[in-house]
């Protein structure tokens, strides 16, 4: 099983991590799940100013970084370990839209 987590860990583009605005949740019918994309580029956002994702094997390592260094409650870090851990069933490039599509199965959050 593939996670977010391990897709931002593995994708690049052009050796360069990929941005926050490319990266859509989509369902297995490739419809956007907007709740789920604002989650991801929240944590993602806050990844890059505070963490360097590359250093971080786990996503429980992420989310103790993210409570040192942030003032995030517990509830909002809970469910950036929850879109993290989401298992992926496909990833779709979409260079028309300059946009990657991480599928999903069920939600998690």
Do not use: C, F, W
């Given at each position: 099983m593939i996670t977010v987590f391990d897709v931002l860990k593995m994708v690049t583009i052009?050796?360069?991590p990929v941005d926050?605005?490319?990266?859509?949740?989509?369902?297995?019918?490739?419809?956007?799940?907007?709740?789920?994309?604002?989650?991801?580029?929240?944590?993602?956002?806050?990844?890059?100013i505070f963490i360097d994702l590359q250093t971080m094997t786990t996503t429980t390592q992420v989310i103790d970084e993210l409570h040192q260094f942030t003032p995030?409650?517990?509830?909002?870090?809970?469910?950036?370990?929850k879109i993290l851990q989401q298992p992926i069933s496909s990833i779709n490039f979409a260079p028309?839209?300059?946009?990657i599509e991480l599928v999903y199965d069920e939600r998690v959050v």
């Open positions: 052009n050796h360069v926050v605005q490319q990266i859509v949740m989509t369902d297995k019918t490739g419809k956007p799940n907007s709740v789920l994309t604002d989650l991801l580029s929240d944590v993602l956002g806050k990844i890059r995030l409650p517990a509830d909002v870090l809970d469910e950036y370990q028309h839209k300059s946009q």
